[in-house]
């Protein structure tokens, strides 16, 4: 079933199994799992990277 608002769930099939791979069921705000901090981490990073790129012209 769709989640969020609308009828479009705003996760992807790879960002589902990602999360599948980076949590528990274990209900803490890390979702019991250091790799969701190693994950979020990166993903900052990397989102970062993008950002500090020059603007092509």
């Given at each position: 079933?769709?989640?969020?608002?609308?009828?479009?769930?705003?996760?992807?099939?790879?960002?589902?199994?990602?999360?599948g791979r980076a949590t528990s069921n274990l209900g803490?705000?890390?979702?019991?799992?250091?790799?969701?901090?190693?994950?979020?981490?990166?993903?900052?990073?990397?989102?970062?990277?993008?950002?500090?790129?020059?603007?092509?012209?």
């Amino acid at each position: 079933m769709p989640t969020g608002i609308g009828s479009k769930d705003p996760l992807t099939d790879e960002e589902k199994a990602m999360l599948g791979r980076a949590t528990s069921n274990l209900g803490y705000h890390y979702f019991g799992e250091w790799r969701f901090f190693i994950l979020l981490g990166k993903a900052f990073a990397d989102t970062m990277q993008e950002l500090m790129k020059p603007e092509k012209k």
